[in-house]
Nanobody
Framework: QVQLVESGGGLVQAGGSLRLSCAAS????????MGWFRQAPGKEREFVTA????????SYADSVKGRFTISRDNAKNTVALQMNSLIPEDTAVYYC?????????????????WGQGTQVTVSS
């Protein structure tokens, strides 16, 4: 069992930056591939980025590539999402998710555990 708690969301102007953090409970955090998803009002939840167990491999949606960076610290049971050059289209609730079977998948149903989400709003 893994419990995930996101933090760091807020309101930011276009062009600005935010850093999201996800704190995980449990002693097996390093055995999970981790991902970030987002859901904008009226839209389906979509993949943003994922990171492998040790953090050596990452994957990004085309819409955020070059602007967002995912990282993890297995000693602290945390995964972070650094978001730079934010645009209004990045406005959404951002979710942290854990995958016990692998890493890098972009399919929602491949993730076993989810956080409650944190709101990111980018004003123009």
């Amino acid at each position: 069992q893994v419990q995930l708690v996101e933090s760091g969301g807020g309101l930011v102007q276009a062009g600005g930056s935010l850093r999201l953090s996800c704190a995980a409970s449990g002693r097996t955090f390093s055995s999970y591939g981790m991902g970030w998803f987002r859901q904008a009002p009226g839209k389906e939840r979509e993949f943003v980025t994922a990171i492998s167990w040790g953090g050596g491999r990452t994957s990004y949606a085309d819409s955020v590539k070059g602007r967002f960076t995912i990282s993890r610290d297995n000693a602290k049971n945390t995964v972070a999402l650094q978001m730079n050059s934010l645009i209004p289209e990045d406005t959404a609730v951002y979710y942290c998710a854990a995958n016990s079977a692998g890493w890098g998948t972009r399919k929602i149903y491949d993730y076993d555990y989810w956080g409650q989400g944190t709101q990111v709003t980018v004003s123009s």
